[in-house]
């Protein structure tokens, strides 16, 4: 509901998994493509954006986003801060409306939902976010247990052998007691992990996970996205900015910049594009397409510099 | 000149339309609550876990500040009566201000002040944190789940307090006038129980302080909802409820009463 989000008113390697990657690859201009024209969504895909916009008031946040997702897959959607990653995530989650264009998830255009209808999707759904969004005041146990309490009317005896199946599954069945306070921020990641799969949904969709991680704790974040989505044969929708992982992981790569696709292919073929905001994203090259300073006048003049001075 | 009153006459337009862009998305904000209610009434644990967080947790504020409401009224009334020879009339003097005014009244500012402004952090910091968010993509609706449940907690908990408050005061009163200055006890119940109306006085009280409870706990909430996600927006989000509950309570307190008492 746009109403609670807006102003007013969610050994790690595919190739040990064994997943297979079999897309084609395809390098995009860096402007907006116009691909109003496509055939209709396949049945193995489980999402498609077409030529959405999003706007804030007269900011455009997306402009002409064409993109599709096919079931069971790991997908990574990356760019700068700002780009309109988050915003690709929260339109698919119906979180936010497009100005234009139109959202389908498993063959429904999520925008055009009642209420009723948004909610009875969403249940196949898992988000995690950022930071977590753990409920603060529920231990780890009753943040795992919430989805299952309000969406179940399975026994409390079950319940509890659903929330230790799950955080098992992240390595944290002996943090059921604690609090969210308690819990380093790689560990508050996991439970929130093990509350968005609580109920295995078809959809995962991972905000910006490695954020804020050390090292061991981002690659064990990264193994779980990958064998959670295997395990669960779910689809997942990883938005980051970390190149490694997420090139480890997935299966295929989306490039967001300014509101719209620039590229997009397999991480082999992104990893060597020539594309250069690929190259300068990838490779994390201080200048190029994307340059190191922000617009400016003349340095000289900031500076009140006469000549020969 | 021309340039000055130009710019003065925008910012007073920014400012009118401001005031009517917030009052439209408060109203759709508590039409969200209103229409969410039946879902949370079904399940009334959550009300009631809300009637604690707002209610039980204000009683220490409320029960002290009654009580010494009672212990001042009774010694200012106690030298106001003497001098008419009408001491008697302590009781009376008492029960009618707490119940008619000052339990609703100040028990509403009190309730403002700690579960007001509890209110608005709990449902500012949730919403910065992405909680709200979080639950919305579990497909469990923060409307029915959160906010409704927190309101009607709200509502059911203000007329219990104010009753608490008028009835700690008038305990106040009767230690001073009665316990510790001598007024004749059954004087003091007599004339109490002669004098105040059930309907025209305590209905009144009570009628007054469940409005006080619908306007605080509706700002409280709101104005959480409505922070921006920032440690900074949260905080004047906070004192906004302080703020605005206290001028709205006072200004729906003269309306009240002058319809209430006075039979305008």
Known sequence: MEAATGRFLPGCCVGHLGVPRSFPVVQREPVPINRSTLPPVSADDLIELRDVEFRYGARAVLSGINLRIPRGKVIGIMGLSGSGKTTVLRLIGGQLKPTHGTVTVAGQRIHELSHAQLYALRRRMGMLFQFGALFTDYSVFDNVAFPLREHTSLPASMIRDLVLMKLNAVGLRGAADLRPAELSGGMARRVALARAVALDPMLMMYDEPFTGLDPISTGVIANLIRRLNDALGATSILVTHDVQQSFDIADYIYFVSAGVIVAEGSPETLRNASDPFVRQFVHGETDGPVPFHYPAPPYARDLELRDGS | ?264
């Not at chain 2, 002290?64 to 302590?90: I, P, W």
């Open chain 2, 1 to 264: 000149m021309i340039g000055m009153m130009d710019k003065a006459l925008r910012h007073v337009g920014h400012l009118v339309v401001d005031g009517i862009w917030k009052l439209g998305t408060a109203g759709r904000f508590t039409g969200y609550v209103l229409t969410r209610s039946a879902d949370s009434l079904r399940r009334p644990q959550l009300t009631l876990n809300e009637i604690y967080f707002s209610g039980t947790l204000s009683l220490i504020i409320i029960v002290v500040s009654g009580m010494f409401v009672g212990l001042v009224l009774g010694l200012q009334g106690y030298e106001t009566l003497k001098r008419y020879g009408s001491a008697d009339a302590l009781g009376t003097l008492v029960a009618l201000a707490l119940v008619r005014e000052l339990g609703p009244v100040v028990s509403a500012l009190l309730f403002a002040s700690r579960a007001g402004s509890a209110i608005t952090a709990k449902i500012g910091i949730m919403k910065a944190t992405e909680q709200l968010s979080a639950m919305e993509m579990m497909a469990v609706d923060p409307f029915a789940r959160v906010l409704s449940p927190t309101f009607w907690g709200g509502v059911i908990s203000m007329p219990l307090l104010a009753a608490i408050f008028s009835a700690m005061g008038i305990f106040g009163g009767y230690l001073i006038g009665v316990v510790i200055i001598g007024v004749d006890s059954g004087a003091f119940w007599s004339q109490m129980q002669a004098n105040v109306d059930l309907r025209d006085d305590i209905l009144n009280g009570v009628i007054k302080s469940a409005v006080f409870g619908v306007a605080v706990t509706l700002i409280a909430l709101f104005e959480g909802y409505d922070a921006p996600p920032t440690a900074e927006g949260v905080s004047y989000a906070v004192t906004r409820t302080v703020v605005t509950s206290a001028l709205a309570v006072l200004a729906l307190d003269f309306i009240l009463t002058s319809f209430m008492f006075t039979g305008v």
